[in-house]
């Protein structure tokens, strides 16, 4: 079975770091692109970060550049997203995601994990 | 970035009814590169269509996309009780948008 597993999630203090991990099974890890997205309560899904299946390529949206690093182990089958400097804003459950491998380039997510909760709060 | 706007809000259907849900992008999709989700309380978005118009892997027929450029419509034919969820459309022609969602509930 295709599963994705999240953690590392919990509550932060304004300006302080968080690693998230990703824990693949049942698919080759290193054939497929994979992303991290985020939903604050109630809204709805925020693309946050993507990687190249070898790792040379990472994108970011705006709003995450240059405070998160996404990063993967092919070797452990994980995904990684590091996270700094983090703001009320960043409050939010955080998805991993598999592309589907259709195309090149930005893709649709097949596979979601169930998701780890970061809440950013004095 | 692509701003994605969905309508209605709000889609009040009975089981058996056709619903219609729209998507609307603030300039044109590249290669139709929208997709469009479900997601029920408590869930992780399903992908359902890719490509604008495919369906995704063990998706039923009675779900079906359409559109191009700045439009786009999710169609499902006949509404079965686990149809009622959020709906979302993402493209991902350029950096990945979503859009706000469709709330199909249950008249």
């Known amino acids: 079975e295709v599963q994705l597993l999240e953690s590392g999630g919990g509550l932060v203090q304004p300006g302080g770091s968080l690693r998230l991990s990703c824990a693949a099974s049942?698919?080759?890890?290193?054939?497929?692109?994979m992303n991290w997205v985020r939903q604050a309560p109630g809204k709805g899904p925020e693309w946050v970060s993507a990687?190249?299946?070898?790792?040379?390529?990472?994108y970011y949206a705006d709003s995450v550049k240059g405070r998160f690093t996404i990063s993967r182990d092919n070797s452990k089958n994980t995904l990684y997203l590091q996270m700094n400097s983090l703001r009320a804003e960043d409050t939010a459950l955080y998805y991993c995601a598999k592309e589907p491998g259709y195309i090149i380039g930005y893709d649709a997510f097949d596979i979601w994990g169930h998701g780890t909760m970061v809440t950013v709060s004095s | 970035e692509i701003v994605l706007t969905q309508s209605p809000g709000t889609l009040s259907l009975s089981p058996g009814e056709r619903a219609t849900l729209s998507c609307r992008a603030s300039q044109s999709v590249t290669s139709n590169y929208l997709a469009w989700y479900q997601q029920k309380p408590g869930q992780a978005p399903r992908l359902l269509i890719y490509g604008a118009s495919s369906r995704a892997t063990g998706i039923p027929d009675r779900f079906s996309g359409s559109g191009s450029g700045t439009d786009f419509t999710l169609t499902i034919s006949r509404l079965e009780p686990e149809d009622f969820a959020v709906y979302y459309c993402q493209q991902y022609g350029s950096s990945p948008t979503f859009g706000q969602g469709t709330k199909l509930e249950i008249k």
């Open positions: 049942g698919f080759t890890f290193i054939n497929y692109d």
């Open positions: 990687i190249s299946r070898s790792g040379d390529y990472t």
